[in-house]
Nanobody, 115 residues
């Protein structure tokens, strides 16, 4: 069974950094694409960043220039480096992966930006 598992969330002060990880149970290159979403309390889940199997990335305007995705194929892991964090980045962050067999979501990891 395909699984993706997020980790790396936590409490950080405004202006700080965190790196989220999304570990997959198979090669990340077997997915058409992978993405990070987030959902803040009382708000809809929104796309943060997306990467295709070929490496093309796109970012939400609200995070562009502050967040960066990368991949480690040896570890089957997708990362989201988050810098210059703001209180409005507070949310549960989810990893999503697509392949021909379906769409797979992780359980989410909480990111809280607060002083």
């Amino acid at each position: 069974q395909v699984q993706v598992v997020e980790s790396g969330g936590g409490l950080v002060q405004p202006g700080g950094s965190l790196r989220l990880s999304c570990a997959a149970s198979l090669s990340i290159f077997r997915f058409y694409g992978m993405a990070w979403y987030r959902q803040a309390p009382g708000k809809q889940r929104e796309l943060v960043a997306h990467i295709t199997s070929g490496g093309t990335t796109n970012y939400a305007p609200s995070v562009k220039g502050r967040f960066t995705m990368s991949r480690d194929s040896a570890k089957n892991t997708l990362y989201l480096q988050m810098n210059s964090l703001k209180p409005e980045d507070t949310a549960v962050y989810y990893c999503k992966a697509n392949r021909s067999g379906g769409v797979y979501w992780g359980q989410g990891t909480q990111v809280t930006v607060s002083s």
